[in-house]
């Protein structure tokens, strides 16, 4: 099959060559490759086949693997050929889409600009032809004037968007076949390939269906807010140095937001599936105070100080250090999942918002902890395993400056590939999408809302109980410990674009928005601005992407 580039068709598909080639590739691999994928996929359905009786089953799944072993051979005496005649054709299809593409898309955007200049003298037509209506009103009463001018300028909006909504949709034609000449061509490489993918194609395909989808208006309703939040950035970093507190963007300083983030990683991966199922979270900070504290009581070496309830002082020194270690663990899951399943038994069952039901667990607990600890601090944990656990590992000096890596950024980041591999990767992770976008639908296409609403609240009830547990680390516990934690977890879930409305965001998003919110929090304090004005940058900042969250929910429907 020579490579005769002349004549080249419209499309690939009318290629007789690029027929050929697919006709030939398919016919050495039908006894070969395909007969093992065949073969294979009846294998599987044997196995699942309750029809079958065990004898027959076995019989059939030994005659396919002895017929595999055949196609096998057939697919390794084949190889050389199939490789070179594949490595043929894709490039011939290369250098003919090359060809096709660059037709396509002269003749498209040839058709792009014929259709603006239609639309701008469509545009003027409209307005001309309003002008002349209005000139020609001879009613002498101004109400009724007003009211004629009125009507006609409403006839003239309406023209004016149909003739945009007209121009728009030709434009989106003429640029979807100047992607599809593209798509053609990797899917018959594909083809050619036998399924295979190649990264670079795959790159090319989305950047240019990006590119012909780009329109700067969703650009920057998807993207506004975090230019500004970059733009803020790279002005504390610009205004550090000149305020004379040093260079803001250095390696102890980001490592120490991703230190501040690690714990509150936990509770915004908590709070995220609630908003997911268009609910929200109010009993975070309560939920870290009773973990904290558990832990706390656990892990103080000696005598503790607080009476738990008007008991006698405890000590647990008896216990061996890494028993307690997996007591506080297990024991802060169990009350936070205790008490989030509680709140979610209210919402799943009898439909209550979780607004409602986790203010109610919120207070609960800060009843219940104020009353028995008396407010007062458990005091600080065992140093050696506060070191073991919390502290940091020495990397080494750079510039003079010792660095240190902090340890609570591992279990962070396992939480957030946990977390990932929930959302994407599992059956649960597709329900909490169904149900948050339509309980109603969900459950009609066979969803249990109640076990997907419990099961998130459970899910977030284990990593707040995680995230409490580590939080003991950083700080003396208390009653009031995590004051405010609830709102910085549900702020860095809106700002990483996990939506209101119920379906829709993605657990970077909030990874993100909890990276953002901490970041926002340490540069204003690198840079000395007072703890007050913090909470008016902070109510900004969630005010607005509640805002463009709003105006895309509104735009989609």
């Known amino acids: 099959m020579a490579n005769n580039m002349t004549n080249v068709p419209a499309a690939l598909d009318e290629d007789v060559k690029v027929r050929q080639y697919i006709t030939r590739l398919a016919e050495l691999r039908s006894t070969g490759v395909t007969r093992v994928t065949d073969l294979k996929q009846q294998i599987t359905a044997a196995k699942k086949s309750k029809m079958l009786a065990e004898e027959a089953k076995a019989k059939l799944i030994e005659d396919c693997r002895k017929q595999i072993a055949v196609a ?52 003027q037509k409209i307005k ?75 790159m090319k395909l989305k950047w240019k269906d990006y590119i012909n989808r780009f329109k700067f208006s969703t650009f920057m309703l998807n993207n ?20 004379g507190r ?66 006698e002082p405890w000590t647990f020194d008896a216990i061996p250090m890494g028993l307690r270690v997996v007591i506080a663990l297990v024991l802060s899951i169990i009350f936070c999942v205790a008490f989030s399943s509680f709140a979610g038994v209210f919402t799943a069952k009898l439909k209550i918002h979780p607004f409602i039901s986790t203010l109610s667990t919120q ?28 502290g940091r590992w020495t990397l080494g000096v750079l510039g003079g400056q010792v660095i240190t890596f902090p340890k609570l950024i591992v279990p962070a980041a396992i939480a957030c590939v946990v977390a990932w591999f929930i959302w994407n990767k599992t059956t649960f992770g597709k329900n909490m999408y169904a149900v948050g976008g339509n309980s109603e639908a969900a459950a009609v296409s066979g969803i249990s809302v109640f076990k997907v609403t419990m099961g998130v609240f459970i899910m ?19 009653a009031g410990t995590g004051q405010g934690y609830e709102t910085d977890a549900i702020a860095a879930c809106v700002v990483g674009g996990i939506s209101f409305n119920g379906g829709i965001g993605k657990i970077g998003g909030a990874i993100i928005g909890v990276i953002i919110f901490t970041g926002l929090t340490y540069c204003l304090t690198f840079l000395g601005i007072d703890t007050n004005l913090q909470f008016v940058f902070k109510g900004a900042i969630i005010i607005a992407a509640v805002a463009l969250d709003s105006v895309k929910y509104l735009k989609k429907k």
């Open 246 to 311: 040093g260079a803001l963007l250095s390696l102890p300083n980001i490592l120490t937001i991703l230190e501040q983030c690690s714990t509150r990683m936990f509770y915004a991966l908590g709070v995220a599936g609630l908003i997911l199922l268009a609910g929200t979270d109010l009993s975070v900070g309560r939920m870290v105070a009773l973990g904290s504290v558990t832990t706390g009581l656990l892990l103080h070496r000696g005598t503790n100080i607080v009476r738990v309830f008007g008991a």
């Open 224 to 243: 506004g807010l975090y230019i500004a939040v970059l733009i803020f950035f790279i002005v504390c970093v610009v205004v550090a140095p000149l305020q």
């Open 72 to 123: 096998q051979e057939d697919a390794s005496r084949h190889k050389g050929e199939i490789d070179a005649l594949t490595k043929e054709a894709v490039a011939y299809v290369n250098k003919a889409s090359a060809e096709i593409e660059k037709r396509v898309e002269e003749t498209e955007n040839a058709n792009i600009a014929r259709f603006k200049a239609e639309y701008q003298q469509q545009i």
């Open 363 to 390: 207070l609960i607990i800060y009843g219940l902890l104020f009353f028995g600890t008396s407010g007062t601090p458990v005091g600080s944990i065992d140093s050696s395993i506060k070191d073991l656990l919390g």
């Open 128 to 202: 001309e032809n309003t002008a002349q209506r209005i000139s020609k009103i001879t009613i002498a009463d101004a109400k009724a004037r007003k009211e004629e001018i009125d009507q006609i300028r409403y006839e003239e909006k309406s023209a004016l968007f149909d003739a945009k909504s007209h121009y728009t949709a030709n434009v989106d034609r003429a640029k979807a076949a100047r992607n599809q000449a593209y798509v053609d061509h990797v899917q018959t490489n594909r083809t050619l390939r036998n399924g295979k993918t190649k990264f670079s194609e795959d």
């Open 460 to 478: 977030a009830g284990i990593f707040y109980g995680c995230g409490a547990f580590l939080e003991a680390f950083r700080a003396n516990a208390s």
